[in-house]
């Protein structure tokens, strides 16, 4: 039904039982680490796909999403998690998808719809106790790492410094970039002064890197949280006002949170997992109830997805609508309302 392509990736699949021989579709996807929200997602739905009897899919982990989204758009790959800021920039051929063009772009940009949708991380600033930075008025002059060569988080790096401080990469900062699967080094290494990362509560790079010590999380300003600015930023797909008490990070001995008050603010990425909309109306819908009918099971897979909103529907959190130019896929909302669910007209 759908292609079936042989990546050099890590490939994730469920155990060799019967429901796999008997799985309805052979699909494919793409997701980031394995460790991450949208890994550890699309993960969990090859799982639960195959118990169910609906696909065997066949998951490449560790990939870079803007490369992932623009796979599933050419009809290349069948699932990808995505950053909906991803899908809204190839709509327009900016940021990475530049060299697209705009009438490719639209094109592409008009081919993925998505089954369900989740918080992918927060935005965060954090460094070792043992470094000496004190926080956002210490990032000038300073070295951050902030993420992958290329890609959502790297972009959101960027923005959220810029958003709390005004500085610059490269004219204020330095930064250094590297690939998930070296991140946990990277922090550890001593070759950056602070980082710029994606977090999860708790965070899944955070936890081993205190075997080299403690560390301060910084919220993001309280006044540059509620200015002007900010809220426009809100505004683009894919970016969430994120408010949280500290209580519910989830972090123990370790781990100090500074903030103004008992709530941690950051910019949250929204995303989801995408398919083409040319995936027939049946798999679509199934996929998603195989989705809807083990939210228990996602929610198990690590201590951060309680607290990554999989299986909500409301346009704040899901960040569905406005400018976002992708919407469910009609198999997805069959599923989504056979369940008992409302999904809001603006994002059928």
């Known amino acids: 039904m759908f292609k079936k392509r042989q990546t050099a990736a890590i490939v994730v699949a469920a155990l060799l039982s019967s429901p796999i021989a008997h799985a309805q579709a052979n699909l494919t996807a ?7 929200t949208p890994g550890i997602s699309v993960i969990a739905l090859s799982e639960v796909s195959a118990a169910s009897n609906v696909a065997n899919i066949q998951v490449s982990a560790g990939q870079t999403l803007t490369n992932s989204v623009q796979n599933v758009a050419e009809g290349k790959t069948d699932i990808a998690a995505a950053p909906f800021v991803l899908p809204f920039l190839m ?9 697209l063009g705009k009438e ?4 592409l940009g008009s081919k993925v719809s998505v089954l369900y949708t989740y918080r992918i991380a927060c935005q965060g600033l954090y460094a070792f106790d043992s470094s000496n930075f004190s926080g956002y008025d210490s990032i000038k002059g300073s070295t951050l790492f902030n993420g992958p060569p290329r890609g959502a988080a790297l972009t959101n790096a960027r923005l959220l410094v810029r958003l709390a401080t005004g500085l610059e990469e490269e004219t204020d900062y330095k930064a250094i970039q590297v690939n998930w699967g070296q991140a946990v080094a990277t922090i550890k290494d001593g070759s950056a002064d602070a980082f710029v990362l994606p977090m999860s509560f708790p965070d899944s790079r955070i936890i081993p890197s205190l075997s080299s010590g403690d560390m301060t999380i910084w919220s993001m300003p309280k006044a540059k949280f509620e200015n002007e600015t900010f809220q426009k930023v809100t505004k683009k797909p894919g970016t969430v006002a994120v408010t949280l008490p500290i209580s519910e990070m989830g972090y123990a001995k370790g781990v100090t949170v500074v903030s103004e008050d008992e709530l941690y603010r950051c910019p949250g990425t929204v995303g989801g997992e995408i398919v083409n909309v040319s995936m027939d109306f049946e798999t679509a819908k199934k996929l998603t109830e195989a989705f809807l009918n083990n939210l228990d099971t996602f929610k198990a897979k690590a201590p951060f997805m309680p607290n990554s909103w999989h299986g909500e529907t409301d346009i704040a959190l899901t960040d569905m609508c406005g400018l976002n130019p992708i919407k469910y896929h009609p198999g997805a909302v069959a599923a989504w309302e056979a369940a008992g669910y409302t999904i809001p007209a603006c994002a059928k």
């Open 104 to 107: 490719k772009g639209a094109e």
């Open 30 to 36: 793409e997701t980031a680490s394995p460790g991450s």
């Open 91 to 99: 709509s327009r051929a900016a940021g990475p998808y530049a060299k």
